[in-house]
């Protein structure tokens, strides 16, 4: 991630000297708004891939001698069945109607729409705890 890092801070010291170069000689505020958000963006970035590399270290794939076995982690539970998929997509389909045919249907839809983020958010909120004591 260190690599990544340094790679996202120069694209961000890239965006901060062309905004303040724009801003100086243009003097056009959207586009000098444009770029500082772009420099946002990128900073924002090359932070967090510099966190990660601090609390992570290096990972396999920085590392020239690491096999494609070292890469290889835990697996993800991916969960087998569920109805929230459909929810969420009906609910989503709700709401962009209702920008269309007006606000009842669209505060409908956003219910609908929360309900189902909110099922897939605590679907499995116990799943890994142990047995109750």
């Not at 090359?46 to 510099?50: E, G, L, P, V």
């Given at each position: 991630m260190k690599?990544?890092?340094l790679f996202f801070g120069g694209v961000a010291l890239f965006f901060a000297g062309s905004a303040a170069l724009y801003g100086w000689w243009a003097r056009e505020p959207?586009?000098?708004?444009?770029?500082v958000v772009a420099f946002l963006m990128a900073a924002l970035i090359?932070?967090?891939?510099?966190v990660q590399y601090r609390r992570k270290g290096?990972?396999?794939?920085d590392r020239t001698d690491a096999e494609?076995?070292?890469?290889?982690?835990?697996?993800?539970?991916?969960?087998p069945?569920?109805?929230?998929?459909?929810?969420?997509a009906f609910?989503?389909?709700?709401?962009?109607?209702?920008?269309v045919y007006g606000l009842w249907l669209f505060l409908i839809?956003?219910?609908?729409?929360?309900?189902g983020v909110a099922g897939f958010v605590f679907q499995y909120v116990d799943r890994g705890s142990g047995p109750p004591e």
């Open positions: 690599t990544e890092s959207a586009g000098s708004a444009v770029l090359s932070f967090f891939t510099a290096r990972r396999p794939q494609v076995a070292d890469g290889a982690g835990p697996l993800e539970f991916f969960p069945d569920s109805r929230w998929p459909v929810v969420t609910g989503f389909a709700l709401t962009a109607t209702g920008v839809g956003l219910v609908v729409l929360a309900r």
